[in-house]
């Protein structure tokens, strides 16, 4: 894995050249923002001002509509200055940086994990109405093929109110980073890995949702009690399920929520191993209102490709067993 130091001196001498231009475009784009806002705000003023003199009972018209159509009319400015400046700063910046790590990754802005992957792993059944995601990041380090990338999936629900109007809401099934890679052992069959929401809630009840969990298959019982606790396993065979969660592997596992504090789901599935890490925020976005030269906002992305790539490391899957090459 690739040190601070040699981060601080892959900045010196192959990125700030590459930020300095961005970082002009930046001030201009800020620049441009700024005016249009002042040219809005001005504008809802003296809107204001006619409304007032005229006398008239402006009423709910006066109080909300001026703000509301700043509001849009600016957020339309900024997401069309700042879209083109963000995709080149991906495409330039965070590709040097992923490349950086390791020269065999590749990456895609714009691109993401399939969603027939995503279903594959059955970590989450519920068929999505909605999938996106971006920022893919692929390719083999040593032994292991691993592919990543940020996912949102949703599904709908659609109501009828009081009055006949259909109305139709979005809910989040999953929303973060979505983690694929060779397993380092061969198997058939599948194994999942949930947080156990339900027994620290609910105690010995929620021991008995967990055997009723029919969805998931046969709930698998372990001997490390501390991973127990923390995660509920489920699995079409007993047999494999132990044999892939080794005493080694539950503990490594352990370490590595510990390491990320998120909520981790896993899979094995066919000889592959899932992981879904769930975040609210976006991933390696440029902040438009400070400046691209500090180095502590590379350290930033820096750091979260770190923890995904070490993934490999976390859970040793570059030591092939005996039975897998």
């Not at 001002?49 to 400015?77: E, K, T």
Request: glycine content about 8%.
């Amino acid at each position: 894995m690739k040190t601070i130091e040699d981060l601080k001196k892959f900045y010196r001498e192959q990125l700030y050249a590459s930020l300095l231009p961005l970082e002009r475009e930046r001030k201009n784009i800020v620049k441009t923002i700024s005016i249009s806002g002042a040219v809005i705000g001005g504008v809802l003023l003296l809107l204001a001002v006619i409304l007032l003199i005229s006398g008239r009972d402006a009423g709910m018209f006066f109080i909300f509509f001026p703000p509301v159509l700043g509001g849009v009319v600016f957020g339309a400015i900024y997401y069309f200055a700042a879209k083109g400046y963000k995709q080149q700063f991906k495409n330039t910046i965070i590709e040097k940086l992923v490349k950086f790590f390791d020269q065999s990754l590749i990456y895609g802005a714009d691109s993401c994990i399939q969603k027939g992957e995503y279903l594959q792993s059955r970590i989450f059944p519920k068929e999505p109405d909605r999938y996106k995601g971006e920022d893919y990041i692929g390719g083999k380090l040593d032994k292991t093929a691993i592919q990543f990338s940020e996912i949102h999936s949703e599904y709908k629900t659609e109501s009828t109110d009081s009055k006949g109007n259909r109305q139709t809401a979005w809910h989040t099934i999953f929303k973060g980073i979505f983690f694929i890679a060779d397993f380092n052992k061969s198997f058939d069959g599948v194994t999942v890995v949930l947080p156990d929401v339900a027994e620290r809630m609910f105690g010995f009840l929620g021991k008995m949702l967990q055997d009723l969990n029919f969805t998931r298959g046969k709930l698998i019982k372990l001997e490390d009690p501390e991973f127990e606790k923390e995660f509920a396993v489920y699995g079409d065979n007993q047999v494999t399920a132990r044999y892939i969660l080794s005493t080694s592997l539950m503990e490594k596992i352990m370490t590595f929520k510990k390491k990320t504090g998120r909520p981790l789901y896993m899979s094995f599935v066919h000889s592959k191993v899932y992981i879904a890490l769930s975040y609210n925020k976006n991933f390696f976005e440029p902040k438009m209102f400070s400046t691209v030269l500090d180095f502590n906002l590379l350290l930033e992305y820096y750091n979260d490709i770190a923890l995904f790539i070490g993934i490999v490391e976390d859970l040793n899957l570059n030591n092939r067993i005996w039975s897998k090459e």
